[in-house]
């Protein structure tokens, strides 16, 4: 299976031991980013999939992390999205639920970049056809996947990527799937952003049992902005200046009411997907966003 890729001899060689820390390095003769984005600053865009999760990030010296790859529409416009901002692989692709608005747009993502490896939240059996062709164009490629644990960091182009979730014991509570999600942190100066993938109420409260750090100057909402997600309690202890809810049309209603009132009473600027036509994007200098 795709889970029998070099994992064993991958993590002995990089992770160091307790921390699991890999450590990405420079390349060179990379193409200069445009002129529009500030000199020097991290990148960080969201883009409009429809239903679905779909990021990528770009460090001052040109490393690109992708975050989700929208359902299937997204693995398109992620490539053309990453081409215009000179992106010639992808050197960590995260996905962060074994669902279609997840991992929907692997297989386009793969035809169109060399990739480095990607992790996942070790969901081993395919749960759907998404995620089987998704595993099978990895597979195919080459492209070694590992399961994200909490505990686990990545250092590349001068931040920190952290796994915060998921964790054992694992949620065995429904939608299991979501509430194990991988969570990531990205620590770059002083600023951080937070990308809470699709967990749910149960995987706020595994988060905030742990007295992890949560702090974020940036987060994206869980799940579309699902009532069952984004509590008071969580957004007290990230504390977010901007949040972006990842949507689009659909028959449940996302965001829901309840969600968007409490992003309101926690004082947050919020942006939506579903209200932009071109990428959301954002910047840090390593002080402020």
């Known amino acids: 299976s795709v889970k029998t890729l070099p994992r064993a001899a991958f ?26 984005f500030p000199p020097e600053s991290l990148v960080v865009a969201v883009l409009p ?19 989700g790859c929208g359902p299937d529409i997204g693995g398109r416009e992620l490539a053309n999205s990453l081409r215009s901002v000179g992106a010639q692989r992808i050197d960590l692709l995260i996905m962060p639920t074994p ?7 692997v297989p386009d993502l793969v035809r169109a970049f060399p ?3 990607a992790y996942d939240n070790g969901w081993v059996e395919p749960l ?46 429904s939608p299991e799937a979501g509430n194990n999600a991988v969570v990531v942190r990205l620590v770059w ?4 952003f937070l990308w809470a993938g699709g967990i749910q109420r149960e995987g706020e409260e595994a988060l905030l049992s742990r007295s992890e750090n949560l702090s974020a100057n940036w987060l994206r909402v869980a799940r579309f902005g699902t009532r069952e997600a984004s509590s008071p309690e969580w957004l007290r202890a990230v504390s977010p200046e901007y949040a972006v809810i990842s949507s689009g049309p659909g028959r449940d209603g996302y965001p829901h009411p309840e969600t968007l009132e409490r992003l309101q009473a926690a004082g947050v600027r919020l942006m939506r997907t579903d209200e932009a036509s071109e990428p959301l994007l954002f910047f840090s200098d390593g002080e402020t966003v």
């Open 11 to 36: 993590i002995a060689g990089t992770l160091a031991a307790g921390g699991g820390m890999v450590f990405l390095g420079r390349r060179m003769a990379t193409p200069k980013p445009p002129p529009k």
């Open 49 to 67: 999939v429809g239903q679905g999760e779909a990021s990528w990030i770009k460090t001052p010296d040109d490393h690109f992390i992708v975050i």
């Open 99 to 105: 669902y279609r608005e997840s991992l929907g747009g």
């Open 115 to 117: 990739i480095t490896m």
């Open 128 to 173: 759907n056809q998404a995620h089987k062709a998704a595993f099978r164009s990895l597979g195919e490629n080459g492209i070694p996947i590992f399961s994200a644990e909490a505990g686990q960091s990545i250092t590349v182009g001068g931040g920190t990527l952290e796994f915060l979730h998921p964790s054992e014991p694992r949620i065995l509570r």
């Open 189 to 192: 100066g002083k600023t951080v």
